[in-house]
């Protein structure tokens, strides 16, 4: 019966909006709740990999760049304050200290025996969620969490993204990105390189790879993705060219 169940919730994610076929649709999924001990967290067995995350999205713009990777200082706070910690690193979060979230939130990072790193989420001393990354990352990736409000109800989104460094820039891995809604956490998109999810499906039915994204950030109204589109030297100088995607509900109402 499970298995039937689990079948049925992939058919569903494959449904495609009549208006768009930029627009994705499926249940909701549900995130499981967990007291605030460590112990219930270490043992918490429903993750970002048992859920199919709602989405009602569409690119609504595409910028193209001769620069689209990130730069060195998006990932300062991280190296600064989280990279090979284990415990709490809530201050290296982007946005967190103007957040509505702010003395309500805390952070936990820890490195598990697979080298795999997980954050836990505790809302006012109550674990709440949680994710840990799929891929393997090379010992310089970087990670990064940023608060923003991208749809103007007042509540911040979180974003939870992580980044391997190459020989050139940085290229994006994995990213997770929750909102909550009636009290409850649950995904709103999320990506990994080496799955299909919702952002790749998006990207692929528009013309982008999903398989050389470079950067993702919160914004006003939207989600920046930032999608490599070749790259080349010139006189010495390296241009890593792409498009920078403008994501936003298909709700939401852009100036």
């Given at each position: 019966?499970?298995?039937?169940?689990?079948?049925?919730?992939?058919?569903?994610?494959?449904?495609?909006?009549?208006?768009?076929?930029?627009?994705?649709?499926?249940?909701?999924?549900?995130?499981?709740?967990?007291?605030?001990?460590?112990?219930?967290?270490?043992?918490?067995?429903?993750?970002?990999d048992?859920?199919?995350?709602?989405?009602?999205?569409?690119?609504?713009?595409?910028?193209?760049?001769?620069?689209?990777?990130?730069?060195?200082?998006?990932?300062?706070p991280?190296?600064?304050?989280?990279?090979?910690?284990?415990?709490?690193?809530?201050?290296?979060?982007?946005?967190?200290?103007?957040?509505?979230?702010?003395?309500?939130?805390?952070?936990?990072?820890?490195t598990?025996?697979?080298?795999?790193?997980?954050?836990?989420?505790?809302?006012?001393?109550?674990?709440?969620?949680?994710?840990?990354?799929?891929?393997?990352?090379?010992?310089?990736?970087?990670?990064?969490?940023?608060?923003?409000?991208i749809?103007?109800?007042?509540?911040?989104?979180?974003?939870?993204?992580?980044?391997?460094?190459?020989?050139?820039?940085?290229?994006?891995?994995?990213?997770?990105?929750?909102?909550?809604?009636?009290?409850?956490?649950?995904?709103?998109?999320?990506?990994?390189?080496?799955?299909?999810?919702?952002?790749?499906?998006?990207?692929?039915?528009?013309?982008?790879?999903?398989?050389?994204?470079?950067?993702?950030?919160?914004e006003?109204?939207?989600?920046?993705?930032?999608?490599?589109?070749?790259?080349?030297?010139?006189?010495?100088?390296?241009?890593?060219?792409?498009?920078?995607?403008?994501?936003?509900?298909?709700?939401?109402?852009?100036?």
């Amino acid at each position: 019966m499970k298995s039937k169940i689990l079948v049925m919730a992939a058919l569903t994610m494959l449904l495609i909006n009549g208006c768009s076929s930029n627009i994705y649709q499926a249940e909701e999924p549900e995130i499981s709740e967990a007291d605030e001990t460590d112990n219930q967290a270490e043992n918490m067995t429903k993750s970002v990999d048992d859920v199919n995350p709602n989405t009602d999205f569409l690119i609504l713009d595409a910028v193209y760049c001769d620069n689209v990777s990130t730069t060195e200082d998006k990932f300062a706070p991280f190296f600064d304050i989280a990279y090979g910690k284990t415990g709490e690193v809530t201050s290296f979060a982007d946005g967190y200290n103007t957040s509505s979230f702010e003395g309500e939130i805390t952070i936990k990072r820890k490195t598990e025996e697979s080298s795999h790193v997980k954050y836990i989420f505790y809302e006012n001393n109550k674990m709440t969620f949680q994710t840990q990354n799929r891929n393997d990352m090379a010992w310089n990736g970087a990670e990064y969490i940023q608060f923003k409000d991208i749809n103007g109800d007042g509540c911040e989104e979180i974003l939870i993204a992580y980044y391997t460094r190459g020989t050139r820039i940085y290229s994006l891995i994995e990213f997770y990105i929750f909102e909550k809604e009636n009290d409850k956490w649950k995904i709103m998109l999320n990506y990994d390189v080496n799955d299909e999810t919702n952002v790749s499906k998006m990207l692929k039915d528009s013309g982008y790879s999903s398989e050389k994204l470079v950067d993702v950030r919160l914004e006003e109204n939207y989600i920046e993705v930032s999608v490599l589109d070749g790259d080349e030297f010139i006189d010495g100088i390296y241009y890593p060219r792409g498009y920078q995607l403008k994501i936003t509900d298909n709700t939401q109402v852009m100036d």
